[in-house]
């Protein structure tokens, strides 16, 4: 049992800090009531990174160290980045009182596009069913302090600017869906909270997998959203749920033998269905 602890210690730590940020960020995704936003910015990423893959050929010196980065791990990075910049940009000018087709509709239209885009890729490189399988599922399992450290500084960067500007983001999560267009400079603070997220994404993506991000997103805030419409109660709740899946998930996936994150997401599922009784029994 010990040893079994220790295992899964690092992968923990990893999924305590994006369940930090996905448990915050799914609030304002379930209130603005785009719920495959996190998957589509998640898959445009990967696609930046599948795109300089492609593109890395052509760079004389693309073994290249960077310091002790590899050359091709910036290039991915920077594509992804890159990608999320322009989808952020694309989802905030969508949101537009003119444009008569809902922005979910464009949402789904951009994961489908870069889902596809990215299997085409994959399909004509060695390994392609290796690298779909850690694009869904990620590798939660093989966690190393590197990846902890990277999600530590983002969650300092990215929580620190969210949390100066809270009421901000609050505010413009809460006034979303209304049309009368009172929220001042909406498009830049809905460029700022798209692109923010989309850095989260990308880190979170690379640890724990499309799937698992997208269930530590929409999961724990679901959760939460059954007790209570406080803000900072939310997020608790969220947190600790999404923490019990984990710890639960990350268990038993090193005593079986088997990947964390398909575990981790059927606990959450458990939890959900477990708080939808308890909140039909309590008295409202």
């Known amino acids: ?58 760079f004389h010196d693309h073994d290249l160290m960077v310091g ?21 940009l694309i989802f905030t000018f969508l949101k537009n009182p003119g444009i008569k087709i809902p922005i979910e509709a464009f949402i789904g239209i951009a994961y489908a596009f870069a889902t596809m885009a990215t299997v085409i890729i994959l399909d004509k490189g060695a390994g392609s069913d290796v690298h779909l399988h850690d694009m869904l ?10 990846h902890v450290i990277r999600l530590a500084i983002i969650l300092a960067v990215i929580g620190g600017f969210h949390l100066v500007f809270r009421q901000k983001f ?9 049309k009368s267009g009172s ?38 805030a679901s959760i939460s959203a059954l ?3 406080h803000w900072n109660k939310r997020i608790a709740i969220g947190l600790a749920s999404g923490l019990t899946a984990t710890v639960a998930g990350l268990y038993l996936s090193v005593s079986l033998d088997i990947t964390a994150s398909p575990l981790i997401i059927v606990f959450l599922g458990i939890i959900l269905l477990a708080g939808i009784m308890v909140n039909k029994i309590l008295p409202t």
């Open 1 to 58: 049992m010990i040893s079994n602890l220790q295992f899964i210690t690092v992968p923990l730590l990893a999924s305590l800090i994006i369940l930090t940020l996905t448990s915050y960020f799914g609030i304002h995704v379930l209130k603005r009531e785009i719920i495959f936003i996190d998957i589509t910015l998640a898959q445009v990423a990967v696609m930046g990174g599948v795109v300089s893959m492609v593109l890395e050929p052509l």
């Open 68 to 88: 002790s980065i590899h050359l091709s791990n910036i290039l991915s990075y920077g594509s992804s980045l890159v990608f999320c910049l322009g989808a952020a």
């Open 137 to 146: 599922t990620g590798a939660l399992n093989w966690t190393g302090w590197s």
């Open 170 to 178: 609050i505010q413009l999560s809460e006034s979303y869906l209304d």
């Open 183 to 220: 929220f001042k400079q909406q498009k830049l603070w809905d460029f700022l909270f798209y692109f923010t997220f989309g850095i989260v994404i990308i880190e979170a993506v690379n640890v724990a997998g499309i799937l698992t991000v997208f269930a530590f997103l929409i999961f724990p």
């Open 227 to 229: 007790f209570t419409s």
